[in-house]
């Protein structure tokens, strides 16, 4: 099992900033590609931003600088610092990380999400 923690979520006035952290724990995993998605109320989830474990990254065209993806890959972790904030940022942020899982026998890709931490920007 891969589990995903996030946190750093919280209440901002607009034009603040913030940073979320989402750290991947288990045993016999790698990770491949990380990535930051966001669903605000009554929407569908979308992808904000995503970073590959080679540190190519590909970001919403709504979060284009201004926000930044970044990942530590030996503490298994990402980041998204989020600056600008707008009230339309509100959201519940999620973690997402796919790799593979492995055991003395098998190789089995995964995809695992974080349980979300709330983002809200005042106006």
């Known amino acids: 099992q891969v589990q995903l923690v996030e946190s750093g979520g919280g209440l901002v006035q607009a034009g603040g900033s913030l940073k979320l952290s989402c750290a991947a724990s288990?045993?016999?995993?790698?990770?491949?590609?990380m990535g930051w998605y966001r669903q605000a109320l009554g929407k569908q989830r979308e992808l904000v931003a995503a970073i590959t474990r080679g540190g190519n990254t590909n970001y919403a065209d709504s979060v284009k600088g201004r926000f930044t993806i970044s990942r530590d890959n030996a503490k298994n972790t990402v980041y998204l610092q989020m600056n600008s904030l707008k009230p339309e940022d509100t959201a519940v942020y999620y973690c997402n990380a796919d790799g593979t899982y492995y055991t003395e026998i098998s190789a089995t890709p995964y995809n695992s999400w974080g349980q979300g931490t709330q983002v809200t920007v005042s106006s």
């Open positions: 288990g045993s016999g995993f790698s990770i491949n590609a």
